[in-house]
């Protein structure tokens, strides 16, 4: 699902959609979409969203927790905490006509891997729509302490050694993720290979639920893991490992999670989603405001979320972490996640330059094959449409709700950068690559 795209081309396609956006404002002034709303009510006030007990899903957490959901006419949102994240892909399949979901939080890019049927039973396809980012930043490269001192690190050329001895010895280095081909499993290959370690020949990558992270550690089943906060933060706080590296310092206010709902549902519910979506926005704005902290994080950890005490919580949503293996304390808010704005703009608003580069990174390590119309896909996927709809509805000024479908250049710790207007070139860039370009 690649191509090579011209910066003409995405910019031609960037100006459809704000011929789209005129088309829509022009619509609005003669009848604003807030009245709309009001006037006719949503299609239907229910609906089953599925999340993962990770600070990725506090926007959804607090939506239902503060009555955000219930104040914008979806009085009937059903918010269900799933075991994994094969545990909600699970139920995704399943809808919520079969006692299911009808979405909820994903790893990018799960919502084009249910579209195209790549992680469902029998290849189903379950069209499914990318509305609105959760969050950016949150995450964490967690080690056990059995490593300390072996120059595991943010830059992983000084233990590439040290890891393929542990190869030759037969006792490879144990990373896990949380769901095999998305974000979290990309964070930590891409760690690994900037250090020159290839990530499918030199260690053992595994599946871990976020929940079991911690005790996995403990017990010695694995050495490392990538997952959303606060489950790298406790390591290091249980003393049971130290934290390598934070994604925040891999790739700066890099996009996180995404909600996604089954097409059909929002096809047939277009008010209801865009009164979803700005009950999802009126949360994350809350969840920035840092006079909310302390109900945030003692929010989150009640039972029916994501059961962690709030003194976990709380370091990790105001950016301080403790790193371990002898190296300084982060303290810093904007290293942490951040749910409405961050230093790039918005959070919020689902970018398809972002999607391109989850695509490209499938492509690199050959969960996808080449050659596809890519940004037909994105188009059709990424309804970031339906999201300045909402946004317009919530009343969010225009100056925070973007004039384009990219963000730019991204740059990485490493120095590699993508351009989403020619993705062939950050392919070529790369050393350790699984597609030949």
Known sequence: MIQRISRRKFLVASGIT????????????????????????????????????????????????KGFFKKHGMTDVKLLKQASW???????????????????????????????????????KIPTYVLLQTSTQGNGIAVANKHLGKKIGLNMAGARSYIE?????????????????????????????????????????????PAQTVANMRTGTMDGFSTGDPWPYRIATDNIGFLAALT??????????YLGIRA?????????????????????????????????????????????PADVLG?????????????????????????????????????????????TESVRWGFLKPGANTMAAVNKINREDIWKDAARQLGVPAADIPTSTSRGVETFFDGVKFDPSNPTAYLRSLKIKKVKV
């Open 315 to 359: 370091p990790p949503l105001s950016g301080r972490y403790i790193m371990g293996d002898g190296r300084p304390e982060i303290r810093d808010r904007m290293m942490g996640p951040l749910f409405w704005k961050d230093g790039r703009g918005s959070v919020s608003y689902p970018y398809k330059s972002h999607d391109l580069w989850f695509l």
């Open 248 to 257: 925040a310092q891999m790739w700066k206010f890099h996009p996180e999670e």
């Open 264 to 308: 059909a549902w929002v096809d047939k519910n277009p008010r209801a989603t865009r009164a979803l979506l700005s009950a999802v926005m009126e949360a994350q704005q809350w969840c920035d405001n840092l006079k909310n902290r302390q109900e945030f994080a003692e929010i989150l950890s009640r039972r029916e979320y994501i059961n962690v």
């Open 86 to 124: 094969g545990a909600a892909r699970d139920n995704m399949e399943l809808g919520s006509a079969g006692g299911g979901i009808d979405g909820g939080q994903w790893q990018m890019p799960m919502p084009y891997l249910f579209s195209e049927g790549l992680i469902t039973k029998g290849n189903t």
């Open 165 to 209: 001895g542990l190869k030759k010895a037969n006792t490879p280095f144990t990373a896990a993720f949380t769901f095999p081909k998305v974000n979290q499993d990309f964070w930590i290959r891409y760690w690994l290979a900037a250090g020159g370690i290839d990530p499918d020949d030199d260690v053992k990558l595994i599946v871990v639920p």
């Open 18 to 65: 704000a011929v789209a956006t005129v088309a829509s404002k022009s619509v609005a002034s003669q009848a604003p979409l807030g009245y709309l709303a009001q006037a006719a009510g949503p299609e239907t006030n229910t609906i089953r969203l599925g999340y993962i007990p990770i600070l990725e899903s506090a926007p959804l957490i607090i939506a239902e927790a």
